[in-house]
């Protein structure tokens, strides 16, 4: 029985051990059939290529580019004749300004104006935006359509918005009328005068010898221009002369023949008329179109006066600039409000100048410039618009030097003719016979005749030549 009995339980115990394996083997089963297979992905559908990129240009433009390409069923012998097959299209955005005709748009720019100008807003009641800053928009918008095949010579960010505002004013209680613009400042170098001692920067590419502000020349100095003037029109010449087989291209040609007759207008000029000088004479510079010889326009010669910072620039307005910019001074008043200003670099750079313009005042004859009676009058006309007495005014002196004497020539010493020593085989001519010294005698101050006779030739000096 006991045998029997131990048989048994080992057995059961067997089966014990076979069961639970088998138990957990049906778990782990289970638990493998439980994970949910993975997903199969969804195929993309294709997209056509597009890459975007944004980038500045130098002039301040935000550049946005993108390539968008298109799968097509013709082979590359066949798109290689398509022009339309590899295009770019380019679009310029350009958005308006309005001119700034409040008090709050002006002090924005120019805070100082209001202390300056005490009655800004009772001037500001009655005026009104002139049509020239649509004019001037309008100009830069044809200078974009011509440039714009040429990215890099495309107006930069600050040009395109250099002006602020220019208003009509007219002072109720003097009736005073002024040309109120805000803008930014550029640099005008040009001009020239001969009768002037005055230094001259022509090294701007952009430089011209000659303002519309002008007077007879007074001296005989001759214009510090004229010489490369004359070099220039001797170029042009050569390159006509020399081609008698026409080689030339009508274009080419044309283009000669123009610059000819310009340079030869400019020489006469120069010989016969003296000119302001940007590096000098504090004048300023408006576009070409605002001069429409009217009433309540501006003419060259009106008296101006530049408000930059907290300072009065009493000024004239003495040439015509290009149709699409505005805001532009004499180096002369560039350099006083910023001394590194140059040719080609601005002292202001954003539209926060005030320039008052005078129209009707220009005294005629034009005569070379007189910096005190142009104080005086820009400072009486100051008081006319109900300007304030505690501003601060620029002084103007004159840079001009007074010309160098002239170095006389040094007089010759007189020559001394050595006489021959005597000699007694010798047959002396006699005493009325001509002297080898008289006769036709070239020379500023010929030896006297009849010089004594001299010892030791060989140690005389000659006379340094002239």
Known sequence: MLTY????????????????????ACS????????????????????????????????????????ETTPTDFTSLHLGREPDSYTLQLELRLQLPKPATTSADLLAATPGLARLLPDLDQLLTNATASPDFATL???????????????QRLLPIDTLYDCQTILKVENPLTSRRIILIQALMNVNADGSDGDRNLAVDNHSAFYQPQTNYRWPKATAHPNPCLHDTEQRLASIREKLDSDPDNSLSPAEKSRLLN????????????????????????????????????EGHPEIGDYAIVIAGNTLYPAILGDKGPNYKMGEASL???????????????????PTVVYLIFPGTAENPFSAPDYGHWSDRCHALWKEIGGSDSAKWQAWDSLEKPWPTPTPLP???????????PDTNSVQAPSNSPSPLSGNISGT?????GSPPVTNPASTTPPTPQ
């Open 5 to 24: 009995s131990r048989v048994g339980i080992a057995i059961g115990g067997g089966t014990l051990c076979l069961m639970l394996w088998l138990t957990s």
């Open 28 to 67: 782990k089963m289970k638990s493998q059939q439980t994970v949910p297979p993975a997903a199969t992905p969804t195929p993309t559908p294709f997209i056509p290529r597009k890459v975007y990129d944004t980038a500045r240009l130098f002039n301040g433009i935000k550049l946005k580019s993108s390539i």
């Open 137 to 151: 928009y309008s100009n830069k918008e044809k200078n974009l359509r011509a440039n714009l095949a040429t990215l």
């Open 259 to 294: 610059l000819e007759s310009e340079e030869k207008a400019t020489l006469e000029e120069l010989k016969h008329l003296s000119f302001l000088v940007g590096t000098s004479d504090p004048f300023i510079v408006l576009p070409s179109f605002m001069f429409k010889g009217a």
């Open 332 to 350: 002369r008043i560039c350099k006083e409000i910023d001394g590194r200003s140059t040719a080609d670099a601005r002292p202001i750079d954003r």
């Open 411 to 421: 007089t010759p010493s007189p020559s001394i003719s050595p006489s021959p020593s």
């Open 445 to 449: 101050n010929p030896a006297p005749v």
